[in-house]
């Protein structure tokens, strides 16, 4: 939770950022969506006294950029289906259907929602073992296999992977054609995700159907090393600001903050942070590279991007760029 000191500079209350966007008072977004990054639980919190939450809000108002700014946030947890306090009860996705006709965004907003519920459901059912439920919903939609949603670390065959399932894997693999180099969140290989919980075999069994899956496993590897040996290369000036700066942000926000100051790519401290249209931050240089190498599809969903356009971020740009200042 932040403090007085956060590394995002004077996070606004619960009450100012839900007045923003109740009123849909667009040039100030990105002051909801700073703070937010703080206090990611304040995004389905329904106030005394009224009937919505600044979730519920966003769809009524088709605000879709700042929604997928917002479920981009690492680690952020919330509930789609959280209800609005009126009564008939009514969730994300029926308010997205009762306002898609409104303006494009709105029913580029319902297509969003409604995607991503079903996307919610077929992964929720690979983590908690219901492979049948999975296979279902592959029988109507075999290109669920290799989806998600943004907020969610895993995909399919990660969860596999984390519990061992190598018969589910056998099955559910047969309705799909299963992308084996699917990365976590945190740019893992389902191999990885399996080593790591102790599951040999079945690493070695995925790697032997995909020996792209192994080269990738042991770029990282060396990418590893490689990224600690240039640490050590660097001036030891920068790389005690980039210390000093690492620990502020663990300090007054925690490791969930220091998430929100790294690219998910490099594992570095943002230098040019920008947004794709997926909603996630990158490095500049990294998804360009990304995109350079014919990519048309989100490195984090696996959902084809809408457009490639880099949008800086000047929120995670500014606040690091504050942060440095202080360090001097």
Request: proline share 4%; charged share 30%.
């Amino acid at each position: 939770m932040a403090t007085s000191n956060s590394v995002i500079q004077k996070p606004l209350s619960f009450e100012q950022i839900f007045d923003i966007v109740k009123q849909n008072e667009k040039p100030r977004f990105d002051e909801v969506y700073r703070t937010l990054l703080v206090k990611p639980e304040d995004f389905t919190k329904i106030p005394d006294n009224e009937s919505y939450s600044i979730l519920h809000y966003l769809v009524i108002n088709g605000d879709l950029d700042l929604f997928n700014r917002i479920i981009a946030i690492p680690n952020i947890h919330f509930m789609l289906l959280t209800q609005t306090a009126t009564k008939p009860r009514k969730d994300a996705l029926q308010l997205a259907t009762d306002n898609q006709t409104k303006s494009s965004d709105h029913k580029k907003l319902y297509e969003t929602i409604d995607r991503l519920v079903t996307l919610d459901k077929f992964v929720g059912h690979g983590k908690h073992k219901q492979i049948q439920d999975c296979r279902n919903m592959l029988l109507q939609d075999p290109d669920l296999i290799n989806l998600k949603p943004p907020y969610r670390k895993f995909y399919l065959i990660h969860h596999l992977a984390y519990e061992n399932s190598r018969d589910a894997f056998d099955q559910l693999r047969k309705l799909g054609e299963m992308e084996m180099t699917l990365l976590t969140n945190d740019q893992q290989t389902a191999s990885e995700v399996a080593l790591e919980q102790k599951h040999k075999e079945f690493a070695a069994y995925l790697e032997s159907l995909s020996p792209e899956m192994r080269n990738i496993r042991e770029q990282h590897e060396q990418e590893n090393l490689k990224r600690d040996a240039e640490r050590k290369k660097q001036s030891e000036v920068k790389l005690k600001q980039d210390e000093k700066i690492e620990e502020q942000i663990r300090k007054t926000d925690g490791n969930n903050m220091l998430a929100c100051f790294t690219c998910p790519l490099t594992k570095d401290i943002f230098q040019d942070p920008v947004v794709l249209s997926d909603g996630f931050t990158y490095e500049r240089a990294a998804i360009q590279q990304w995109l350079d190498t014919g990519h048309t599809r989100s490195p984090m969903t696996n959902i084809e991007l809408t457009n490639v356009a880099l949008v800086p971020n000047m929120v995670i740009k500014q606040a690091l760029s504050e942060l440095a200042e202080k360090k001097k």
